[in-house]
């Protein structure tokens, strides 16, 4: 499939650290095979705020497993923009996303501003819900931005490999 013609699709933390998190067994198993399997299909992006909360983890195997993913698979590195910053505000202020977890903003604010078809994760709390949803789609249309679709690697073909 050419470039052009490739899904971007911006991976939240939670996906590459999936491949690594044994903890959660089928989430794993899904993850590993949609980048053995599937990852080609998209164009894939991560950001700044990606690599800060990977630098974050106590585990440094676990650190430096994901970031020679991150390299295998060719993820594009987007910034962290005082645009998205802003963006990012309106969503935690109109309660899309709580103020607490400000990096769930970042990371669905940065794939928006940059023009991402699609953000996958696995945080089905704060980004992968409705409500969230919702909002963050009638944020985006009030500043007219194009609509970013969202959801789990199951709806981007991971889900012939298990159902979470």
Known sequence: MSEENKIK????????????????????????????????????????????????LKNDLKKQNIIQLTIKHNMQLLDFSDKARTLADEYMLK????????????????ATINQIDALASWNFKHIVSINPIRKIHEINRKYNY??????????????????I
Do not use: C, M
């Open 95 to 110: 309660g899309a996303i709580p103020r607490s977890e400000p990096q769930d903003a970042y990371h669905i604010a940065i």
């Open 146 to 163: 194009s609509p970013i679709e969202i959801g789990s690697l199951e709806i981007f073909g991971g889900a012939k490999y298990g159902n």
């Open 9 to 56: 699709l911006y991976l939240d933390t939670s996906v590459p650290s999936a491949y690594y998190d044994t903890s959660k067994p089928i989430r794993q198993l899904i993850t590993q095979k949609w980048f053995e399997n599937e990852a080609f299909l998209y164009e894939l992006y991560i950001s700044v705020i990606t690599i800060e909360e990977i630098g974050e």
